[in-house]
């Protein structure tokens, strides 16, 4: 490539014909296909701009819809939990409903048993003392007899009498 000449005093260049169209051809060439690139890459551009519209728009709509079932999902788990706290209200009250009748039921008992136990310990003292005036009685009664035997003077048939006395219950 040859640089033109410049013409004295002027802003003009003289340049070689030949050169110059061949620049101009390769211009021709060169200019169409960096356009066509410059439209590729734009309506690329724009392509992938759509494309991420419609995915942003699809995730904003998924987003928005999950919000939804969550919000519904935390108003039907407020719900469940205010059903929980009343249901476990309702089992607590009776629970000490049933405490306390359990309570009232074995204080029942004990003082029936109480009661039983005292009469069955009265039987009992009687019994010990009945035995006991029988036992004190029986050895009075061997005393005195113990002592009629050994009185000097008596016949046989009365200590007969004596001694089938003792051995008869």
Known sequence: MTAGVRFPM????????????????QLRVAVPEEIEQAKRIT???????GYAQTEADKILNTAQERAAILLQDNEVVKIAEQQAQSIVAEAEQ???????GADSYALEVLLGLETELNRVFAQVRKGKATLQKATQDA?????????????????????????NDLSSP
Do not use: C, Y
């Open 139 to 163: 050895a009075a009664l061997r005393q005195a007899q113990s002592s009629r035997l050994a009185t000097p003077g008596r016949d046989v048939r009365e200590h007969r009498g004596i001694i």
């Open 43 to 49: 309506l690329e551009k724009n392509r992938v701009i």
């Open 94 to 100: 009776a629970a000490e409903e049933i405490r306390a």
């Open 10 to 25: 002027t802003s003009k260049f003289v340049v070689d014909e030949q050169e110059f169209l061949d620049i101009v051809d």
